[in-house]
């Protein structure tokens, strides 16, 4: 079983749909989690940290079920710039040395 | 604020000349840094752990002699890979993270062996 598991899609959506994105890890001991999200050819860049409680940040909404080892994202009304790939990162420390497990993306393409 | 910045953003060089790539952490101090590499298409795939002062930990399956790492001060951890090969063209990224967890990558280097 992979460390860090996610669908690797594509999930071809509509311009003002919404979509969801799950993830699951298996390093029960897990300290803190992410979403990043990758353009073609860029580097990854922090989308938002995933917290028991969840967060919602404008139109994303991330959620962490600690008891489930489930990591989920909700996009609310899709915009075409959304369409990236989306990484479920699991690190097993809140500390600076420790090493980032990834998911192998998920890719959303979202349409007019 | 915190940022990993990462150079040369592209680079093509000939087969079996040697390539470095610098990756400095800005605003912050990163003892660790992290190298990967990403085929298209493909997830990131840790290459090694790089130790400021110390030997950098490598990854199974990838040749230390050919990818060196050093680490010499708190903000510069540089990859040079050394006689390179086509099959080393990829992307290269670096990142450190910042307490909490938190991971900053660099704006990664596109390497073409030719």
């Known amino acids: 079983r992979k460390e860090v598991e996610q669908d690797p899609g594509p999930f071809n959506v509509p311009e003002g749909a919404t979509v969801a994105f799950n993830c699951t890890y298996s390093n029960s001991a897990s300290q803190s989690f992410f979403w990043y999200r990758q353009d073609c050819r860029k580097e990854p860049k922090l989308l938002m940290s995933?917290?028991?409680s969840g967060n919602e940040d404008g139109r994303f909404t991330a959620q962490l079920n600690r008891a489930s080892q489930y990591i989920s994202l909700l996009i609310r009304d899709s915009k075409l710039s959304d369409s990236a790939t989306y990484l479920c990162?699991?690190?097993?420390?809140?500390?600076?040395?420790?090493?980032?497990?990834f998911g192998t993306g998920t890719r959303l393409q979202v349409t007019l | 604020g915190a940022v990993v910045s990462q150079h040369p953003s592209r680079v093509i060089c000939k087969s079996g000349t040697s390539v470095k790539i610098e990756c400095r952490s800005l605003d912050f101090q990163a003892t660790t840094m992290f190298w990967y590499r990403q085929f298209p298409k493909q997830s990131l795939m840790l290459m090694a752990t790089s130790n400021e002062g110390s030997k950098a930990t490598y990854e199974q399956g990838v040749e230390k002699d050919k990818f060196l790492i050093n680490h010499a001060s708190l903000t510069l951890s540089t990859l040079t890979v050394t006689s390179a090969h086509p099959e080393d063209s990829s992307f290269y990224i670096c990142?450190?993270?910042?307490?909490?967890?938190?991971?900053?990558f660099g704006e990664g280097s596109w390497l073409t062996v030719v």
């Open positions: 990142s450190a993270n910042l307490a909490g967890g938190l991971s900053l």
């Open positions: 990162v699991v690190n097993p420390t809140t500390g600076t040395a420790s090493k980032l497990t």
């Open positions: 995933v917290y028991s």
